[in-house]
C-alpha cells in the first residue's frame, strides 16, 4: 500500500503464495485484508497499524471459523472490508462477518440455500475467480448459484444482508443465466453474471441461455441479448431487457447506474447510457471511422471503463487513426490504427476528453468523489517507462454529508436543590460518504457550531438563569459530561450562542462523533421557567478537508430543560386527579379533593399553601378546609413523594348556602427562586334541589302560532328545547280537574354547571283518578297516556341544570264529596359523587273541580236562578252571567249584542283563577233558555 503521508510505498507482507490467493482490500482507514497460504490451508490476515491478525483458525477469537484448503490454483475467502469490518466466505460459500468492536465473527447466511457462490463440481473455477461481495462497511450484496444445467444453465439469486439491523439475509431476486465460468475458466471470466452495488441498491447483468452454439454451451453465435437489472432498495425492475451490453461495463452510484453498449455493425457507433433511476439517458456516441474518412484522421473508439459518480459519467476510450496499409492500392481506404493514447472522458463535455496519455498500462480506472484513477504510460519509448497513477478531476461536487442527529430525549429536568450545571442537550455528528467507497480524505473540519436559545414558558424569560453553555466530548456516549474533555465554552448573546473551536473538530465518515452541550445555571432559579435549545445542521461552520468546500449538511437536535412544573388539579384516589369546577351540595365535604400535583418535583422545593379565599359570586358563609389540626381556612402542607412525582391534598366543607366557593391553591418554594410562585384558583359550586311546579300555558313553552294553536288542525304542541322551557311560567297551588289545564313540573340542581350523568325520576301520588306525568317532549297536547311516574335525564341550560315532566290533570274528581284533592310532586336523583345516596324533594297542590257559570234567559237576570241555585257549596267556584243591563230593550238584545257577556265572563272567571294561583283554562256552563242559546253562539264563534 501506499502511505498517506510520506507516498512512499509500505510492504504489508511478503509471500510468494499470496499471488495465487487473490487480491487484498483496502478500507477508508488503511486497513489491508489478504489470504495468505499457511502450511497448506489459506487464512484470513488483518493488516493494521503495523499489527497482522489472524481471522481464521484463531482460538482467541469467538467464531473464528476455517476457511477449508486452498491449492495454488484457486482462491478463496474473498475477503472484503470497510470501516474495519471484514466479510469472507469459506470454501462452501457459508458467509462471515468481522467485528472489531467485538472482536467477534459470525456466520451471516443461516443455510445452504443462502451461501455465497455455491459450486458443485471444481470449486475453483467459474465464479470463485471473481469478486464475490460487495460490501460497504453495514451491508453486504453476494450471489448464490443454484444447480447447473447441461447448457450452462443456472438460477442466480441476489442476497443483501445489513448484519448490524436484520438476522438474517434477504433474497432480493432470482434470475436464470448463462454461465460457462463453472466449468470452463476463460469465458466465465468474462460473460458469467456480474453484479456491482452501493449501499442497499445493486445492479447485474447476465446473458441468458439462448444462441448458443450445439455441443459448445461454453460458446454463442451472438451477445446482443445482455440483460441489466436494478434494485433500487424496495422492488426490482429491469433497465435493459436485452442489447449488446459490454462485458462487466455496469456501474452504480447513489440511483445511478451507467454502462456501454458495443457496435453491432461496423458501422454502428459504440453508445454510453446512464439509468437515473426513472429513464435511460444516452450520454455519448462514438462511431467507427467510415471507409471514406480522411487519411490521417483521428477518431475515439474502444470505449472502456465507464463509471458513475455523484451523477457524473467519466469513461476512457483509444484513439485510432486513419492511415493506408497499402499504398497505391487503397489509398483513400481509412484503415483504423491505435495510436496507443488514451482519452479520459466525462458526460459533461461530450466527445472531447477532458486529458489523454500515452498508453493504458492495465487494470480498471476507479471514479470517486469527482476523482478518475487509472494506470497509464505518462510516455512511450523513453527507457525505464514510468508508471503511475493519473488523477483528473471532473466534478466540484462534494462527496460527504454532514450529518446531525440527536441522541437523547429533548428533555432534562432542572434539579433545583442540586447540580446547576444542566445536560441540556446530546447529539452526534457523522459524515456520510455519497459515494459508495470514498475514502477518508473526505473528513469533515468543523470550525464553529451556533446554538440558538428560548424560553418557552416561565415569568423570567430573557434566559438570565444560564450562566454559561459548555460542549464536552462524549468519548464514552453515555450522554453525560462528567469526566469528559471540555471543548469550548460560550454565552448567550441575544437568544445565540456561537462555540469557536480553536482547532478545527475533525468528523472522519464511518465514526461517529459524540457530543454533549451543557447550560451552567445561576444560584438565583426560576422554576416556572422552561428552556429549549436547539441547534441545526445549516448552523454550523464545517468545510471537507480534501477540498475546503463547505458539505451538504443535514439534521437538528433539540433539547429542553423543564424546572418543576406544577399542575393544579382535584382527584379521587380512584382517578388520579380530574379538573375542577366541580359542585356538590351545600353543607356537604367535597366528593373530589383538592391537590397540586408536580411533575418531577424534589419534595424539599416547597410545600404546598390552600387558603379559602373571599371572591364569591354571592356574599355567602364560608368554606373550611380540613387540615391536620382541624377546619380552617388556610392549610399549610408539606408535599409527598409519589414515584418521580411530588403531590399534595387537601379536602374541603362547603358553606351552607348555595353558591361559588373559591380555594386559592400555591407552592411556598423554600430554594431561592427569582419568580413568583404559580397560583391556581378551585371554583366550588354548592347546591340543592328544587322543584317548580309552573303553569304549562307560557306562550313560550309551545312551537306555532299564537299559545300554541294550529287553528286547521286545532292541536298544540309542546317544545322539545330545554333552553325555553327552563325559564318562566307562573307558580300554581292548584289546578282545576278539567283535563286540560296542564303543569310543568320542573326540577332544578342549583348551583350546579354542568348535568350530572344521573337520571331524574318524577311521581305522582294516587292513582289514574289524579291524573298522570309524561316527560315525552313535543308532542301534541294534552297527551292521550302517562303514568304516576316518569324517568328522564338532567339538562344543562343557560338557566341551569333542569329536568322536565308534563302533568295532565284528570276530566273531573271521581269523588263526589271531597271538596278538592292534594297532588304530591316528586323528584329523586342521585349524584355521581355520591351514587348511593338518593336526594329527593316533594311539592303539593290541590286538584280543584273547574268553575261553574250560570247564564240566565231572556226577560231574567241573575236572580233568576233563587236561592235553590246559588246557596253556598265549598265545592264549586260559582259564576253568574248577566245580560239584563242592555238598551233600548232590557233583557232583549240582539245575540250580537249579548254574546260578548259571556265572552268576558268566561275570561274573568279563567283570569280571577290564575291571580289566585289556580291552574284553570276552562268552565262549566250552566244556561236557560236564551241563556243556552246565547252560549251556543259563543261556542260556534270561538274560532273567531
Not at 409 to 421: K, S, Y
Not at 828 to 842: A, K, N
Request: with cysteine.
Amino acid at each position: 500500500m501506499l502511505d498517506e503521508g510520506s507516498g512512499a510505498p509500505l510492504t504489508i507482507t511478503a509471500d510468494p503464495d499470496l499471488l495465487f490467493t487473490g487480491p487484498p482490500d483496502l478500507d477508508e482507514f488503511g486497513n489491508v485484508v489478504y489470504v495468505e497460504k499457511r502450511d497448506g490451508a489459506h487464512q484470513v490476515v488483518l493488516a493494521r497499524d503495523g499489527t497482522h491478525l489472524r481471522l481464521t483458525d484463531n482460538p482467541t477469537i469467538p467464531g473464528s471459523p476455517s476457511i477449508g484448503l486452498g491449492t495454488d490454483k484457486g482462491v478463496t475467502g474473498w475477503p472484503r472490508i470497510s470501516n474495519g469490518r471484514v466479510v469472507f466466505c469459506d470454501v462452501d460459500g457459508d458467509v462471515f462477518l468481522y467485528d472489531p468492536n467485538g472482536p467477534l465473527i459470525r456466520q451471516i447466511n443461516t443455510s445452504d440455500a443462502d451461501r455465497a457462490n455455491t459450486r458443485e463440481e471444481d470449486p475453483f473455477s467459474g465464479m470463485a475467480a471473481r469478486k464475490i461481495f460487495e460490501f460497504d462497511g453495514s451491508t453486504v450484496v453476494w450471489f448464490h448459484r443454484g444447480p447447473l444445467s447441461a447448457s450452462l444453465a443456472t438460477d442466480i439469486t441476489v442476497y443483501m444482508a445489513k448484519p448490524f439491523e436484520n438476522a438474517s439475509p434477504q433474497a432480493v431476486t432470482t434470475f436464470h443465466a448463462w454461465m460457462p465460468g463453472d466449468r470452463f475458466v476463460s469465458p466465465g471470466l468474462v460473460v458469467d453474471p456480474f453484479f456491482v452495488a452501493c449501499g442497499d441498491q445493486v445492479a447485474w447483468q447476465y446473458w441468458p441461455p439462448t444462441h448458443l452454439i450445439p455441443g459448445r454451451p461454453e460458446l454463442r453465435t451472438t451477445f446482443d441479448d445482455g440483460i441489466i437489472e436494478y434494485y433500487d432498495g424496495t422492488s426490482v425492475r429491469t433497465i435493459r431487457a436485452a442489447g449488446p451490453v459490454a462485458i462487466r461495463s455496469i456501474r452504480i452510484h447513489n440511483g445511478q447506474v451507467a454502462w456501454y453498449e458495443n457496435a453491432i455493425e461496423p458501422e454502428d457507433p459504440e453508445k454510453i447510457y446512464q439509468f437515473d433511476g426513472s429513464g435511460i439517458t444516452e450520454v455519448a456516441s462514438f462511431p467507427s471511422p467510415p471507409f471514406d474518412a480522411p487519411i490521417g484522421s483521428r477518431w475515439w473508439i474502444s470505449i472502456r471503463d465507464v463509471d458513475t459518480n455523484l451523477g457524473h459519467v467519466a469513461w476512457l476510450a483509444q484513439e485510432v487513426e486513419c492511415q493506408t496499409l497499402f499504398p497505391g492500392l487503397f489509398d483513400d481506404f481509412c484503415a483504423p490504427v491505435p495510436t496507443q493514447r488514451i482519452g479520459l472522458f466525462t458526460g459533461d463535455t461530450g466527445l472531447s476528453p477532458v486529458a489523454t496519455f500515452d498508453a493504458l498500462a492495465g487494470g480498471s480506472g476507479d471514479f470517486s468523489g469527482g476523482l478518475y484513477a487509472f494506470l497509464a504510460h505518462t510516455e512511450i519509448g523513453v527507457s525505464g517507462d514510468v508508471m503511475s497513477y493519473q488523477v483528473q478531476k471532473v466534478s466540484q461536487d462534494t462527496n460527504v454529508t454532514l450529518e446531525l442527529k440527536d441522541t437523547r430525549p429533548q428533555w432534562t429536568l432542572a434539579d433545583l436543590a442540586g447540580e446547576r450545571r444542566i445536560v441540556a442537550d446530546a447529539f452526534k455528528l457523522s459524515a456520510t460518504l455519497l459515494d459508495c467507497g470514498a475514502s477518508s480524505s473526505e473528513a469533515i473540519d468543523i470550525l464553529a457550531m451556533t446554538v440558538k436559545g428560548q424560553a418557552v414558558s416561565g415569568i423570567d424569560a430573557n434566559l438570565s438563569d444560564v450562566e454559561s453553555l459548555k460542549l464536552y466530548y462524549d468519548t464514552n456516549r453515555d450522554g453525560d459530561f462528567v469526566g469528559e474533555p471540555l471543548l469550548a465554552e460560550t454565552t448567550f448573546v441575544d437568544a445565540n450562542a456561537t462555540f469557536q473551536f480553536e482547532k478545527a473538530l475533525t468528523v472522519y465518515p464511518g465514526v461517529e462523533t459524540h457530543l454533549v452541550l451543557v447550560y451552567e445555571l445561576t444560584d438565583a432559579l426560576c422554576p416556572c421557567n422552561r428552556y429549549e435549545s436547539s441547534l441545526a445542521a445549516e448552523d454550523i461552520d464545517a468545510v471537507t478537508q480534501n477540498t475546503g468546500s463547505t458539505p451538504t449538511k443535514a439534521g437538528q437536535s433539540r433539547g429542553k430543560i423543564i424546572f418543576p412544573e406544577p399542575k393544579f388539579t382535584m382527584y379521587a384516589a380512584e382517578e388520579m386527579f380530574g379538573g375542577d369546577e366541580q359542585a356538590a351540595f351545600a353543607e356537604v365535604r367535597l366528593p373530589k379533593k383538592l391537590g397540586i400535583r408536580v411533575a418531577n418535583f424534589p419534595i424539599e422545593c416547597g410545600q404546598a399553601m390552600f387558603s379559602i379565599s373571599d371572591e364569591t359570586v354571592i356574599g355567602i358563609s364560608r368554606a373550611t378546609l380540613i387540615g391536620p389540626e382541624g377546619n380552617a381556612p388556610s392549610v399549610t402542607l408539606p408535599f409527598v413523594q409519589d414515584d418521580e412525582d411530588a403531590f399534595a391534598e387537601i379536602e374541603m366543607i362547603l358553606g351552607m348556602e348555595d353558591g361559588l366557593y373559591v380555594v386559592e391553591a400555591s407552592i411556598d418554594y423554600t430554594q431561592p427562586a427569582s419568580c413568583e410562585s404559580p397560583t391556581h384558583l378551585f371554583r366550588e359550586h354548592a347546591g340543592r334541589l328544587l322543584l317548580e311546579i309552573v303553569d304549562a300555558s307560557n306562550p313560550n313553552f309551545y312551537d306555532a302560532g299564537a299559545f300554541g294553536a294550529d287553528p286547521a288542525s286545532r292541536t298544540v304542541t309542546l317544545t322539545s328545547d330545554y333552553e325555553r322551557l327552563s325559564g318562566g311560567g307562573d307558580r300554581r297551588v292548584a289546578v282545576t280537574a278539567d283535563g286540560e289545564s296542564m303543569l310543568l313540573i320542573r326540577a332544578k340542581l342549583v348551583g350546579f354547571t354542568e348535568a350530572p350523568a344521573a337520571e331524574v325520576e318524577f311521581t305522582l301520588n294516587g292513582g289514574d283518578e289524579l291524573g298522570f306525568l309524561t316527560t315525552q317532549l313535543g308532542t301534541v297536547i294534552p297527551p292521550t297516556s302517562g303514568s304516576s311516574s316518569a324517568l328522564t335525564s338532567w339538562q344543562a341550560t343557560g338557566a341551569g341544570v333542569i329536568a322536565i315532566a308534563l302533568y295532565t290533570p284528570p276530566n273531573r274528581i271521581a269523588d263526589s264529596g271531597a271538596i278538592d284533592l292534594s297532588l304530591t310532586f316528586k323528584a329523586e336523583t342521585t349524584l355521581p359523587s355520591d351514587p348511593s345516596t338518593v336526594q329527593e324533594i316533594t311539592e303539593a297542590i290541590a286538584l280543584r273541580r273547574p268553575p261553574i257559570l250560570f247564564v240566565h234567559g231572556m226577560w231574567a237576570d241573575k236572580t233568576t236562578w233563587g236561592s235553590a241555585y246559588i246557596e253556598e257549596d265549598p265545592r264549586f267556584d260559582k259564576y253568574y252571567a248577566d245580560y239584563s243591563s242592555g238598551q233600548p230593550a232590557p233583557n232583549a238584545m240582539s245575540f250580537a249584542a249579548s254574546g260578548d257577556v259571556i265572552r268576558d265572563t268566561l275570561a274573568n272567571i279563567i283570569q280571577e283563577h290564575r291571580s289566585r294561583r289556580i291552574a284553570a283554562t276552562q268552565a262549566v256552563i250552566v244556561a236557560h233558555s236564551m241563556g243556552g242559546l246565547l252560549t251556543r253562539q259563543y261556542i260556534a264563534d270561538y274560532d273567531n
